[in-house]
């Protein structure tokens, strides 16, 4: 079965501090994997997208990495802002079935002034 | 910017009522989603289309239908509501899933049903 963990399930930090996310997923075969941050009662909004032979991808402060031989991604956030407070999801694209999504249950990061 | 526009941000209904959860996208995307968001279960995906008057179920259809007469419009029907349908639920859309092609999420409907 399809899976994405995603770890923690929430943080906190202090304005200005950088952080990193991580999401392991058993999804195969695999197509690509998003990050999407939403915001507290919107709908998730795309980050970045990454497919099998991209490493690392940035946009702004937000940094997402992957390892498709241990089927690990990371988000770091570098400096972060209030703004920055939000829920971060992992999704996992397969190949199989159309490229349909799987998702992670998210990490809740609260960055606190 | 790609537009995805959920009827209601928050919706009351009793329990055996038939309800209705409309979603409009204007970028002419082929592709529509409804998903339900609960704590600790990430998204589920309920229903999708990627034509129009076409549907295919996907992990949790029990209890919905959808509809999809026009391509920017794309309809989740609760059949009879039960309080176990308590739930955030996304309408979502892209075109055909090629690879990079995100997914625009709509703000979500916040549905209770007592």
């Known amino acids: 079965k399809n899976q994405v963990e995603q770890s923690p399930q929430s943080l906190i930090i202090l304005e200005g501090k950088n952080c990193t996310l991580q999401c392991n997923y058993t999804v195969s075969p695999f197509s690509n994997l998003r990050w999407h941050k939403q915001d507290t009662g919107r709908g998730p909004v795309s980050l970045t997208i990454m497919t099998f032979s991209e490493n690392t991808k940035s946009n702004g402060r937000y940094t997402a990495t992957l390892d498709a031989d241990t089927k690990q991604s990371s988000l770091h956030i570098t400096a972060s802002q209030l703004s920055d407070s939000a829920s971060y999801i992992c999704v996992v694209s397969s190949l199989n079935a159309g490229n349909m999504l799987t998702f992670g249950g998210g990490t809740r990061l609260m960055v606190k002034p | ?114």
């Open chain 2, 1 to 114: 910017d790609v537009k995805v526009t959920q009827s209601s941000r928050y919706l009351v209904k009793r329990t055996g009522e038939k309800v209705f959860l409309e979603c409009v996208q204007d970028m002419d995307h082929e592709n529509m989603f409804w998903y339900r968001q609960d704590p600790g279960l990430g998204l589920r995906l309920i229903y999708f289309s990627y034509d129009v008057k076409m549907k295919e179920k996907g992990d949790i259809p029990e209890g919905y239908s959808v509809s999809r007469e026009k391509k920017e419009r794309f309809s989740l029907i609760l059949e009879s509501a039960s309080t176990n349908q308590t739930s955030m639920y996304l309408c979502a859309s892209s075109f055909p899933q090629e690879l990079g092609q995100p997914q625009h999420f709509g703000d979500g409907t916040r549905l209770s049903i007592l």
